[in-house]
């Protein structure tokens, strides 16, 4: 089975068979694990020691060991990535919407500002807003975000919080 290097005293490693290496093989594919009365059975039909026949399927069972984790991390490889563009993706928008809250609030501001004699006078007018917006088109859309009239305006309803709607994201 195994010959003996006459120079040195090691034991030379005897190569397999193809016959034998895929009989081995597709005894593996039916069951990983060997049952001693199958390690027998295979070391007699195959010509070899039982203890060849178990190392070789301990050492089969390592490498498809090995081959499992490996495709295992390519799995998880690849959905950390998506994971991780869909977050980037999700703290882009947060920063548009945070970005369209600031101009919007800006452009509120602006608005006040300028027509603050009209806001002053709708307040007056028979309280019919009372701190809210009125008439029939409250808002309009600009840029993807409601923006109110100044018409419709009262600055009094104005909440303190703008800046405060969407938590941070680090």
């Known amino acids: 089975m195994a010959a003996t290097s006459s120079h040195s005293g090691e034991r030379l490693k005897?190569?397999?068979?193809?016959?034998?290496?895929?009989?081995?093989?597709?005894s593996f594919q039916e069951e990983i694990k060997l049952e001693p009365d199958r390690k027998m059975r295979m070391a007699r039909e195959l010509g070899l020691a039982p203890r060849q026949v178990a190392v070789w399927f301990q050492n089969?069972?390592?490498?498809?060991?090995?081959?499992?984790?490996?495709?295992?991390?390519?799995?998880?490889?690849r959905e950390y990535d998506s994971v991780s563009r869909e977050k980037l993706k999700l703290q882009e928008e947060v920063m548009t919407l945070?970005?369209?809250?600031?101009?919007?609030?800006?452009?509120?501001?602006?608005?006040?500002?300028?027509?603050?004699?009209?806001?002053?006078?709708?307040t007056s007018v028979g309280n019919q807003s009372s701190g809210r917006l009125r008439g029939t088109?409250?808002?309009?859309?600009?840029?993807?975000?409601?923006?109110?009239?100044?018409?419709?305006?009262?600055?009094v309803a104005v909440?303190?919080?703008?800046?405060?709607?969407?938590?941070?994201?680090?």
């Open 98 to 122: 945070k970005t369209m809250l600031k101009d919007q609030s800006k452009r509120n501001q602006v608005s006040t500002e300028i027509s603050g004699d009209e806001t002053a006078e709708s």
């Open 14 to 26: 005897k190569r397999l068979t193809r016959g034998q290496l895929e009989s081995l093989e597709s």
């Open 137 to 155: 088109s409250h808002q309009q859309m600009v840029d993807g975000g409601y923006v109110f009239s100044v018409d419709n305006y009262n600055p």
């Open 60 to 77: 089969r069972r390592a490498r498809w060991k090995a081959k499992q984790l490996e495709l295992l991390y390519d799995a998880l490889k």
């Open 159 to 170: 909440p303190p919080y703008w800046g405060t709607v969407l938590p941070s994201y680090p």
